[in-house]
């Protein structure tokens, strides 16, 4: 195995600057549909060839990466843990080797250990894409969720993003901090006591904590909410059946937002536990433009690492 001096796949927001964000931002708005249409099929990444390889359960991110690549031309075959060799007993980095002796231009990753594409991109030539390690970062959800807010008209600085749940466990919580606060907006994590560590407001001065709920989504741009990830904990540390009462967003608080407020949700979704239907079906809810902007993000990122970093001018509209 190889030492690998740099990687030149996307393992985390942290390793992006402001520029290179903007820049995804902008490329993606270019792969958008318009209108009715569905996303357009072209021809940019045609011969390249890559693998999703899932170890944790995935809707969202494993069919957009999916479409993504072949959206571009490119060849996609995924796999999940359950039907690989993991479960014979293969090491992690002997599945990576044995991928990569298949000559794949890019793996793309989802795992439930914290940093395991890092330390697996050490040893790898082929660039890794993470999609979600642990509970610590999961770049393109942060990236589409910055697009959907740059669409519903607002600017990424400046604002008051509010992200009320499960923020221990989340890395969605944590590629969004790392995302927000490198264009000088606001963020308040909220959730019970035992959800919400104070470590991540050493990411940036302008990261708060609280309890209160009321508190946070008062005059907020945009509610993040997310689901309570029961399966990362071995017990719950708070009362499980009272937690909609007092971190479940409901119609009332939106009042208590701006008017024109922005409500995201990472998804999978559980009504009537983190956020009510009707929030969730409202005029004000952003979630299904997030699932639909996960495949314009995620081709630019693949562009990005598959071309590499330069100026694109084809397939500008
Ligand atoms: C999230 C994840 O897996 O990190 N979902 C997603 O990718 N859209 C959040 C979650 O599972 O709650």
Redesign the pocket.
């Known amino acids: 195995m190889r030492q690998r001096s740099s990687g030149s796949g996307l393992l985390g927001i942290e390793d992006l600057t402001r520029d290179e964000i903007q820049s995804i931002l902008d490329r993606a708005r270019d792969f958008q549909p318009r209108g009715d249409e569905t996303f357009r099929r072209l021809e940019l990444l045609r011969g390249k060839m890559v693998v999703n390889l899932f170890f944790e359960a995935?809707t969202?991110?494993r069919t957009s990466f999916e479409i993504a690549a072949r959206r571009l031309g490119a060849d996609a075959v995924s796999i999940t843990a359950q039907a690989s060799s993991v479960t014979k007993g293969e090491s992690l980095v002997d599945t990576l080797n044995t991928l990569a002796a298949m000559r794949p231009d890019a793996i793309i990753m989802r795992h439930a250990s914290s940093g395991a594409p890092h330390f697996l991109q050490r040893y790898l030539d082929t660039p890794i894409i993470n999609a979600?390690d642990g509970t610590h970062e999961?770049p393109t959800?942060a990236l589409l969720d910055a697009r959907t807010i740059l669409d519903r008209g607002a600017r990424l600085e400046n604002l008051k993003v509010v992200i009320i749940g499960d923020i221990a466990h989340s890395?969605?919580a944590r590629s969004n901090v790392y995302l927000l606060s490198r264009f000088g907006s606001r963020i308040v994590l909220c959730g019970p006591a035992s959800l919400l560590p104070r470590e991540l407001t050493q990411i940036a001065p302008g990261v708060t904590l609280t309890n209160d709920m009321d508190e946070a989504i008062r005059d907020a741009d945009v509610i993040m909410m997310?689901?309570v990830?029961l399966e990362r904990q071995h017990e719950a540390s708070f009362p499980v059946n009272e937690y909609f009462q007092f971190y479940g967003l409901r119609l009332e608080h939106l009042r208590l937002a701006k008017p024109d407020v922005i409500v995201m949700h990472?998804?999978?979704i559980n009504r009537g536990r983190e956020i009510s239907s009707e929030v969730a079906d409202s005029q004000r809810s952003a979630i299904l433009n997030q699932v639909e902007n996960g495949i314009a993000v995620r081709m630019a990122v693949l562009e990005r690492v598959l071309l590499g970093a330069r100026e694109h001018a084809v397939a500008n509209h």
Do not use: A, K, N
């Open positions: 995935s969202r991110t979600g999961h959800q890395r969605v997310l689901r990830q990472p998804g999978p």
